[in-house]
């Protein structure tokens, strides 16, 4: 079946640093879409991205397809952005995503 | 925004015991989906529907059954809960394009 990877599990920054969060994935993905879930268990979708790049605000996704990959770049980090960070993929355009593990940000002050 | 909405939030139940998850849309999605999270993991999908009548089985769905009586609302079944089905449970709808999450039911079986 389909798997999708991401990286850092967990990542650590500084109150303005950048992040790249990065997920990979075994199949193409006719639909890939990236999550932000709140300390409190809330999911927000952030972007559904299947191919090419979306911006909104400091955030910026990019899916490259043929590579089977996707990235989330995240700029001038504030506390607010903490949370997990998850990819989700469906390779066969049918109903069902299958997640990745996430990655865990902690943005200090 | 799609708007989906979970109930109960919060609910203890005993092993053994019949528990129902309850979910309902507003948005007029066809397809809605069980996931459920456990600490430290991603979602796994445990049923899923494409419509009033239809359920299909995710990639956990074992000690699960669900149920879509109408194009708003779809439950989870737990009719003999276990103490391994403590966690977090997550509703969703969506149709081709993204899927849109309610706000989670903890369920812990003791």
């Known amino acids: 079946g389909q798997q999708v990877q991401q990286s850092p599990a967990s990542l650590v920054l500084q109150e303005g640093e950048n992040a790249e969060l990065q997920c990979n994935f075994s199949?193409?993905?006719?639909?890939l879409q990236w999550f932000y879930q709140h300390p409190g268990g809330r999911l927000v979708s952030l972007f559904y991205?299947?191919?090419g790049t979306k911006h909104t605000g400091r955030l910026t996704s990019t899916t490259v397809t043929n590579e089977r990959r996707s990235s989330l770049h995240i700029s001038s980090s504030q506390t607010t952005d903490s949370g997990t960070y998850f990819c989700?993929?469906?390779?066969?355009?049918?109903?069902?995503?299958?997640f990745g593990g996430g990655t865990r940000l902690t943005v200090r002050p | 925004e799609a708007a989906v909405t979970q109930s109960p939030r919060n609910k203890v139940a005993v092993t053994g015991g019949k528990v129902t998850l309850s979910c309902n849309q507003t948005?007029?999605?066809?397809?809605m989906y069980w996931y459920r999270q456990d600490t430290g993991h991603g979602l796994r999908l445990i049923h899923y529907?494409?419509?009033?009548?239809?359920?299909e089985k995710g990639d956990i769905p074992d000690g699960y059954k669900a149920s879509r009586p109408s194009q708003e609302n779809f439950s989870l079944i737990l009719e003999l809960a276990t103490p391994s089905q403590t966690s977090v449970y997550f509703c969703?709808?969506?149709?081709?394009?993204?899927?849109?999450f309610g706000p989670g039911t903890r369920l812990t079986v003791l």
């Open positions: 991205n299947p191919s």
């Open positions: 529907s494409y419509g009033a009548g239809s359920t």
């Open positions: 989700a993929i469906d390779n066969n355009a049918g109903a069902k995503l299958t």
């Open positions: 199949s193409t993905a006719t639909r």
């Open positions: 969703a709808s969506g149709d081709a394009g993204e899927q849109y």
């Open positions: 948005n007029n999605h066809n397809n």
